[in-house]
C-alpha cells in the first residue's frame, strides 16, 4: 500500500477534460459542451448505438439537492463520449423526473420552475433485457396536441448522483435492483447503513472500530420526554457537543454547542430535518481526515488521504466550507453562477490539504481501516469515509461514511492516479460486473404452490352477504 506524508494545500477545481476528434461519433453533434439525450419518435422503440448510455441521476427530494447537481454535471463532463453517451436524469424537489439537453447547463438551475419547462418528464419502464428505458410522460407532456407517441430512451447503467435522503438511503438502490438495470452505488444494504449515523456508530463500535461517546433519540421520544433527554445527554457526555440529524449529510443541521440551553435549541433544529438525531462529544483539539475508497467486495483500494481544512470562526465543517468560496460566492451551483458557461466545482471548492501531512504509519493505518469499513458496510462503487483524530491523545476515531460522495471524491483520485475519466470508468465497470453476478444467482424457485394439485384441501371461503 502506497503512504503519503508530505502535505500541501491546494483549492482542486473541476477536472480538464482531454479533447477528442469527434468526426466519427456516431450521433454526429457536437458533445464538447452538452450531453446528448437520444431519442426516437416510434413508439417502444430506441436508440441502438456502441456507447453505453449512462442515466446520470441528479436532483433528488433532500436538502442535498444542489450539491447532488454539482457532483452529476461534473461526472457527465468528464464520462468519456467514445464510449459513454451520458443521459441527464433530473429528480425534482417534489420528486418528479426529467430528462432533456438544459438539464447539463448549470446555469438553467437558477430558476427550477422554467428548467422543469424546458425538460421532458419522464416515466422510468422496466425491460427484460437488463436496461431501463425512459418514457415520456403523456399526461405530464400534455403530448396529445401534438399527436406523436412519447419518446424513449434506454439506459443502460445508472450512474447515481444523488445526496441525501431516497437517492442515498437505498430507495433508489432497490429502485434500481426492481428494475433490473445496473448501479454505481453500494446496494441497498449499504446505503441504509451507511446514511445512519446511529447505526453505523454502532455497527462500527461492535467491529471494535473507535466511536466517540454519543447518544440517540427519535423526535417522539424528545416530544414527551424533552427534559429527561437533556439530562441523558449531559450524564452520558461532556460538553462541548455536537447535535446532527442521523440521516443527513453536507453537514447540514449539525451544530456544536457549550451548555444544556444551547443543546435544547440545537436538538429543535437538528429535527427539522429528521426525525432521529445523535448528540456526541465534540474532539477537541479536533483534526478531520478523509480517505476515499474504490471497488467491491473483489478488491477494495484506499485513495490519499485528504485534510479539510475549516474557515477559522467554524469548530466543524459547515456546508459554507464544503460548498460556498471564501468570497461568498457559491461553488457555481447553478443559483449563483455569476456568468455563463461557468462550471460546477462542488466539494473540489472546499479548501483542503492533499494529500494529508501524516507520517507513513498513520496514513496506512487510517487507509487499512477505511477498506475495513468500505467491506464492513458491504459497499461497492466509491465511497468516502471520515475521521477525526484526537490531537491530545492522538486517538483515531470513524465519524461517517458518505457511500455517494460530494464530486465522487475525483479530488482524492487524481492524486492517486486515477483521473476523473478512469475513475467513472471503474464506476460503470463495477455496476455491470455486480448486475452480472446478481443475476447469475438463483433468483426464483420452480415449484407452483398454486397448482390444482398444491391446492387440495385450500378452499377460498364464500363471502358472506
Known sequence: MR??????????GRPERPSRDRSDFPLRIDLSHKIAVLFTGRTGSTVSSDPLHVGVVLGGVAPEHEVSVISAL?????????????????????????????????????????????????????????????????????????????????????????HGGPGENGSVQGLCETFDVPYSSAGVFGSALGMDKVMSKRVCREAGIPVVDFVAFRENEWGYREEDALDQCEAALDYPLVVKPARCGSSIGISQVEDREALDAAIEDAFRYDDKVVVEEAVEPLREINCSVLGDAQEATPSVLEEPVPSDEDEVLTFRDKYMREDGEAAKDGSAAKSAGSSPEGMAAQDRIVPADLSDERTEEIQDMAVRIFRLFECAGVVRIDFMIDESTGQLYFNEINTIPGSFSFYLWEPSGVPFGELLDRLVSIARRRHRERNGRVQTYDVNLLAEKSLQGFKAEEPTQ
Do not use: C, N
Request: aromatic share 8%.
Open 74 to 162: 461534473q461526472a457527465a463532463a468528464a464520462l468519456d463520449r467514445d464510449r459513454y453517451t451520458p443521459v441527464p436524469i433530473y429528480v425534482a424537489k417534489d420528486g418528479t423526473w426529467y430528462t432533456g439537453e438544459p438539464l447539463l447547463e448549470v446555469e438553467q438551475y437558477r430558476d427550477l420552475d422554467a428548467l422543469r419547462k424546458a425538460a421532458t418528464p419522464v416515466a422510468l419502464v422496466p425491460t427484460p433485457h437488463g436496461h431501463l428505458d425512459l418514457l415520456e410522460d403523456r399526461e405530464a407532456g400534455a403530448l396529445q396536441r401534438f399527436k406523436r407517441p412519447p419518446l424513449r430512451t434506454r439506459i443502460d447503467v445508472m450512474l447515481l448522483g444523488l
Open 3 to 12: 503512504a503519503f506524508s508530505s502535505g500541501t494545500f491546494v483549492r482542486l
